[in-house]
Antibody, heavy 114, light 113 residues
Framework: EVQLVESGGGLIQPGGSLRLSCAAS????????MNWVRQAPGKGLEWVSL???????YYADSVKGRFTISRDNSKNTLYLQMDSLRAEDTAVYYC????????WGQGTLVTVSS | DIVMTQSPDSLAVSLGERATINCKSS????????????LAWYQQKPGQPPKLLIY???TRVSGVPDRFSGSGSGTDFTLTISSLQAEDVAVYYC?????????FGQGTKLEIK
């Protein structure tokens, strides 16, 4: 059974850093396209980042240069390193498998506030 | 980058009636080499992650009721619910996955009239 479990969210001050994790089971992360998608409170979905199975990475303009997507094949885990956080980064962050995402985690809440 | 625009923003439909949600992409998302439209539709209920309903613009995910259908090509797409059920109350999103920078539409909130 495919499962995705996010962790690492929390309250962080503006300008701070946070690393989100997405532990996968039931499939191999490195064999798939993996995405991060976020949803600000009461708002719509925003695509954040993609890592392809060949390791190439892509970002939305809103996070480019501040966020880094990566994976640890030995742990079968996806990561999102978030630096220089802003209030507008406050959201539930979901990891999702594949370009059209049939599998999603339950999300982890990141709150950027002083 | 490709921008996705949905219409309407909200929609109220009577039980058993048809619901239609539109999605327009700012660029063509039909890939000519495989004749596939790189568009998906999702349903999201409060407190839940999105659920994939349709991919390749018209392919229904296994287990999704056949009252849900997707159509369109190029830049204009439609999600149709043929006979609205109470459990279909949700927010619906289109998403393109053409190229390497993906994007979602702003969402359409579907309610019962």
């Amino acid at each position: 059974e495919v499962q995705l479990v996010e962790s690492g969210g929390g309250l962080i001050q503006p300008g701070g850093s946070l690393r989100l994790s997405c532990a996968a089971s039931g499939f191999i992360v490195s064999n798939n396209y993996m995405n991060w998608v976020r949803q600000a409170p009461g708002k719509g979905l925003e695509w954040v980042s993609l890592i392809q199975n060949d390791g190439r990475t892509y970002y939305a303009d809103s996070v480019k240069g501040r966020f880094t997507i990566s994976r640890d094949n030995s742990k079968n885990t996806l990561y999102l390193q978030m630096d220089s956080l802003r209030a507008e980064d406050t959201a539930v962050y979901y990891c999702a498998r594949d370009s059209f995402a049939e599998y999603w985690g339950q999300g982890t809440l990141v709150t950027v506030s002083s | 980058d490709i921008v996705m625009t949905q219409s309407p923003d909200s929609l109220a439909v009577s039980l058993g009636e048809r619901a239609t949600i539109n999605c327009k992409s700012s660029q063509n998302i039909l890939y000519s080499s495989n004749n596939k439209n790189y568009l998906a539709w999702y349903q999201q209920k409060p407190g839940q992650p999105p659920k994939l309903l349709i991919y390749w613009a018209s392919t229904r995910v296994s287990g999704v009721p056949d009252r849900f259908s997707g159509s369109g090509s190029g830049t204009d797409f439609t999600l149709t619910i043929s006979s609205l059920q109470a459990e279909d109350v949700a927010v619906y999103y289109c998403q393109h996955y053409y190229g390497t920078i993906y994007a979602f539409g702003q969402g359409t909130k579907l309610e019962i009239k």
